[in-house]
């Protein structure tokens, strides 16, 4: 007698092939996710350098303004401090702690899929 996996394969081959797109399709889906998390962090790390870049070129800027009038302007530090605020934001966003994307959905239906196994193949060794 065949265990119940084989004797599944056999008889209804459609339902294992159906099976197996879902796992394609559930592990692109899963991919994509995980995509969309790493490129944003990404983008937000470029962001964050050009930004630190140009508040090093503004703060410059100011001080040699500063300098060259002799007197002080809030604008001196207002300008070079917008970029500051963002390159810290985008900072902050890059190296925060990101989400798992562990591919936690495609483990559990793993697990589930190998405890059905396991509960055919005891079952099937009770007979």
Request: hydrophobic share 60%; no cysteine.
């Given at each position: 007698m065949l265990h119940p996996i084989f004797s599944t394969v056999l008889g209804h081959p459609e339902l294992v092939a159906e099976h197996l797109?879902?796992?394609?399709?559930?592990v692109r889906?899963?991919?994509?996710?995980?995509?969309?998390?790493?490129?944003?962090?990404i983008v937000a790390g470029v962001l964050a350098a050009a930004s630190?870049?140009?508040?090093?070129?503004?703060?410059?800027?100011?001080?040699l303004l500063g300098v060259l009038h002799g007197s002080?302007?809030?604008?001196?530090?207002?300008?070079?401090?917008?970029?500051v605020v963002i390159a810290a934001i985008c900072a902050w966003?890059?190296?925060r702690p990101s989400p798992s994307y562990g591919f936690d959905d495609?483990?559990?239906?793993l697990e589930a899929d190998l405890q059905a196994l396991h509960n055919a193949g005891a079952h099937h060794g009770q007979r």
């Open positions: 797109a879902n796992y394609a399709a559930l889906q899963e991919t994509a996710q995980a995509g969309r998390g790493l490129v944003a962090r630190a870049m140009l508040a090093l070129g503004l703060i410059g800027v100011a001080v002080f302007h809030w604008v001196l530090v207002i300008v070079p401090g917008v970029a966003y890059a190296t495609l483990r559990s239906q």
